[in-house]
């Protein structure tokens, strides 16, 4: 079971480095010499949450980076992390952070400027649980 987790945690590494890279779980799974499923399952009963789930969410966590900055555009920070339809991009990201990109790239987010990295990472980190809050910090 160690070696599970140890190679569970190669794939979510991977999936943390290679977030813009097409990633899909039959090839993480025979990375991790598991069949899909049980890379699923288990990957879940480790982390939390799906493969799928972990990766979407870095990739939502990466575009808001790209948004905030300012001079990247919805359709640029899509396929900079890894989404190739803008229309499940805007849906997930929605879900996530509980605003469309477009509302979440106009906002001004000069204030976050000012914060150390460490603390803007997790207070803008989207919600994995599929609902915004509806009291978000304003530093997201």
């Known amino acids: ?9 190669r794939a979510r590494d991977r999936m943390d ?5 097409p990633l899909d779980v039959p090839a993480l799974a025979r990375e991790a010499h598991m069949s899909p499923g049980h890379f699923s399952r288990s990957f879940r009963a480790a982390f939390g949450e799906t493969p799928y789930g972990h990766l979407s969410t870095r ?7 790209l948004l905030r900055r300012g001079d990247v555009s919805v359709t640029e920070a899509c396929v900079a992390v890894g989404f190739s339809s803008l229309g499940s991009f805007s849906s997930r990201f929605t879900e996530l952070v509980g605003e469309s990109p477009s509302a979440y790239r106009a906002r001004d987010h000069a204030a ?10 997790s207070r803008t980190r989207p919600v994995r649980n599929g609902k915004a809050p509806a009291d978000a910090p304003a530093l997201a």
């Open 1 to 9: 079971m160690l070696e599970d987790l140890v190679r569970l945690r």
């Open 59 to 65: 990739r939502i966590e990466r575009a808001k980076a």
């Open 17 to 21: 480095r290679d977030y813009a890279e």
């Open 112 to 121: 976050a400027a000012a914060v150390p990295p460490c603390i803007a990472k």
